[in-house]
C-alpha cells in the first residue's frame, strides 16, 4: 500500500502507475453515434454503482443532430458529457482523422488507465487507435461481431478495434468464436450478453406505453417500420431507385412509417425519391429518439431494416425483423431471434406482411437485462486499483 491511498483500499496486483489522489483509477468512456449511446449507458450507470473508478465520459460528436444525439441522450438518462469533440461530418478518412486527434489530447489531459469504446462505427476505431498509441489499456464492448464484408466501413471498424483491444466484451458465443479464430484470447474475452438489450428492458415498459404509432395515424401491428441508411443501400442512386420501388410496392398493401437517417433523407432529396415515397403514403417522418423508436419497434408488425442494432432490437422485442442485407454479422438474431435475411432484392420488400401474432420472447442467452453489469464486473475485476468501493458494492 502506498503513502497516498486511503488506508482501507486495498491494491489490486497488476494494475497500472497513474494514480488519481483518491487511489481510484480513471476510465474514459467514448460515445460518438447513436447506436454508442444505447450500449454505453448501462455499463457506465454500472460502474457509477460500484464506485470504483473515476469516470470521463467523452462524446465526439460524430452524430450531433439533437434528434440524433441529445434526444437519444435524454431518453436514456445518459450522464453529463464531460468532453465534447465536435468532429461532426466528414468523410470517413477526415472524420476518423479528426476524432484520432481531438481524443489524443483528452487522454493527454486525463491520463487514464482505461478507455472503453463501444460498437464499430468511426468513434470507436479512432479512439481505440489514439489509446493504443499512447500505450492506454482499451476495453471493448460488442466485440467479435464479423460480417466478413470488407465493403463495410463497420467490418474494417470492428476488426482494428479488435486488434488493438485488451478486454474484449462479446454478446453471443458466435462473436467469442470470431475473435478465437483470430489469434485473440489468452483470457481476454468476457461473454457478457448484449449492453443494448438493457437498455432496452430498462426503458420497454415507458416506449409501449407511449404508443409513438398513434402520432403517425398508425394502428398496433398493422404497420412496417422502415430504417435504411447504409452507404452500400442509399449511396448508390440506382440502388436506392429500386429500393424507393420496392416500398411503394410495400406501401400499396401496408402502411409504412420510415423516420429517414440524415444521410438517407439527403440522398432521396437528390433524385425525386422523398416525393416518390410521400405520393405513395409512406409516413416518412424525422429521426425519432430512443423511447419514441423503441415504441415504434415494439407497436409494429414487421420491421424492414439495414440497421445491426435494429435487428438486436427486434429479437429482444419478438417482431418479425426483415434486413435488407446480404449478410449480417449478428447471426444469434437468425437462429435465436425473429431475424430473416431479406438480401439483396429490392422487389423482396414488397413482398413483406405484418405479422399479427402476439410477439414471442427473446430466447437469446444473457440478452437479460444485466450485461452492463457483467461488464462492470470484469473492469473491476482487471482494472480496479482499489477493492474497497468494489467489495462494498458486492
Ligand atoms: C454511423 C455509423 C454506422 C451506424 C450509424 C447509426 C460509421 C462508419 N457509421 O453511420 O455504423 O449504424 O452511424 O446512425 O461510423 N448527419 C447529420 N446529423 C448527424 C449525423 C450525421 O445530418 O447528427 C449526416 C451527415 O450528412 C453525414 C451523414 O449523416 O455526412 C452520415 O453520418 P456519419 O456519422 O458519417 O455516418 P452514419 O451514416 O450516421
Redesign the pocket.
Known amino acids: 500500500m502506498t503513502a497516498t491511498q486511503p488506508p482501507n483500499l486495498v491494491l489490486v496486483p497488476g494494475t497500472p502507475a497513474a494514480r488519481l489522489a483518491d487511489g481510484r483509477s480513471t476510465i474514459v468512456h467514448v460515445v460518438?453515434?447513436?447506436?454508442n449511446f444505447v450500449k454505453m449507458a448501462p455499463v457506465i450507470a454500472a460502474l457509477e454503482r460500484r464506485m470504483a473508478f473515476r469516470q470521463v465520459v467523452v462524446h465526439t460528436g460524430?452524430?450531433?443532430?439533437s434528434?440524433?444525439?441529445d434526444d437519444v441522450l435524454a431518453d436514456l438518462d445518459f450522464p453529463d458529457v464531460d468532453v465534447f469533440l465536435g468532429v461532426?461530418?466528414?468523410t470517413?478518412g477526415v472524420?476518423t482523422a479528426k476524432v484520432l486527434s481531438e481524443f489524443e489530447k483528452v487522454l493527454l489531459e486525463h491520463r487514464p488507465d482505461l478507455v472503453v469504446v463501444a460498437?464499430?462505427?468511426?468513434?470507436?476505431l479512432a479512439c481505440a487507435l489514439a489509446a493504443s498509441k499512447l500505450g492506454i489499456a482499451i476495453a471493448h464492448v460488442e466485440a467479435g461481431l464479423r460480417s466478413f464484408d470488407w465493403s463495410?466501413?463497420?467490418e474494417v471498424?470492428r476488426v482494428l478495434t479488435d486488434r488493438l483491444a485488451d478486454l474484449l466484451f462479446t454478446h453471443s458465443p458466435e462473436a467469442t468464436d470470431n475473435l478465437e479464430a483470430e489469434g485473440i484470447g489468452g483470457g481476454r474475452i468476457y461473454y457478457v450478453g448484449n449492453t443494448m438489450i438493457d437498455s432496452l428492458r430498462r426503458c420497454e415498459k415507458r416506449a409501449r406505453a407511449l404508443e409513438a404509432w398513434t402520432t403517425v395515424g398508425m394502428r398496433a401491428r398493422d404497420y412496417v417500420l422502415v430504417t435504411l441508411?447504409?452507404?452500400a443501400n442509399v449511396d448508390d442512386p440506382a440502388r436506392l431507385a429500386g429500393i424507393v420501388q420496392g416500398l411503394e410496392g410495400l406501401a400499396a398493401h401496408t402502411p409504412v412509417v420510415f423516420p429517414i437517417?440524415?444521410?438517407?433523407?439527403?440522398r432521396l432529396a437528390e433524385d425525386g425519391g422523398l416525393d416518390r415515397l410521400e405520393t405513395a403514403g409512406v409516413a416518412c417522418i424525422e429521426?425519432v429518439a430512443y423511447l419514441e423508436f423503441l415504441s415504434l419497434q415494439a407497436g409494429a408488425g414487421a420491421i424492414v431494416t439495414d440497421?445491426?442494432?435494429v435487428q438486436e432490437e427486434a429479437s429482444a422485442l419478438g417482431v418479425s425483423c426483415f434486413t435488407f442485407r446480404p449478410n449480417t454479422e449478428r447471426p444469434v438474431t437468425l437462429t435465436h431471434g425473429t431475424n430473416v435475411l431479406l438480401g439483396e432484392d429490392p422487389t423482396e420488400i414488397a413482398e413483406v406482411r405484418p405479422a399479427t401474432h402476439p410477439p414471442t420472447p427473446c430466447a437469446i442467452p444473457l440478452w437479460d437485462g444485466h450485461a452492463g453489469e457483467r461488464v462492470a464486473d470484469a473492469l473491476v475485476a482487471n482494472y480496479a486499483m482499489v477493492t474497497g468501493a468494489a467489495e462494498a458494492h458486492a
Open positions: 460518438g453515434a447513436r447506436p460524430q452524430h450531433y443532430d434528434r440524433m444525439s461532426g461530418s466528414g470517413h472524420q460498437g464499430d462505427v468511426n468513434s470507436t463495410m466501413p463497420e471498424n441508411h447504409r452507404p437517417h440524415p444521410r438517407t433523407r439527403a429521426p440497421s445491426g442494432g
